[in-house]
């Protein structure tokens, strides 16, 4: 067996280390670039825990309605599901017949999904 080349194994993982590196750059160099640029003048609005233009008259762990929840999940939800009609829609001219009844599937079931949502009242906000 050959020893294997150390500076080879090193070399391969450059591209890497330098994304990684860059990453980093673009993450934490604009917050470091605005703390040491960036004015720095407070007053007591500034440093008041909220700036909505009145006083804070309730604790901010209100309690929110489970609706709130429901509608949220349910945007998420078929907002995904949209999303992966844009790759579906791109490669349907390579993906033949298979593919287009497979996505009209897909279609026809977020379709139930939403008339079901819907029906419930669900997407209902009172």
Known sequence: MRPR??????????P???FVLVGLAVGVLP????????PNRPDA????????????????????DVRYYLVAILFI?????????????????DI????????????IDLLVGFVYAWKIGALDWE
């Open 5 to 14: 080349n150390k500076q080879m194994d090193i070399a391969q993982y450059l």
């Open 96 to 107: 033949g017949s298979t593919g287009f009844w497979t996505g009209v599937v897909f279609l």
């Open 31 to 38: 917050q470091v670039l605005g703390y040491i640029l960036g």
């Open 77 to 93: 939800l078929f907002d995904l599901e949209i999303a992966f009609l844009i790759p579906w829609a791109v490669a349907l001219t």
């Open 45 to 64: 609005a500034k440093n008041s825990p909220y700036e909505c233009g009145f006083e804070a008259f309730e604790d901010a762990r209100m309690k929110f």
């Open 16 to 18: 890497v280390l330098l």
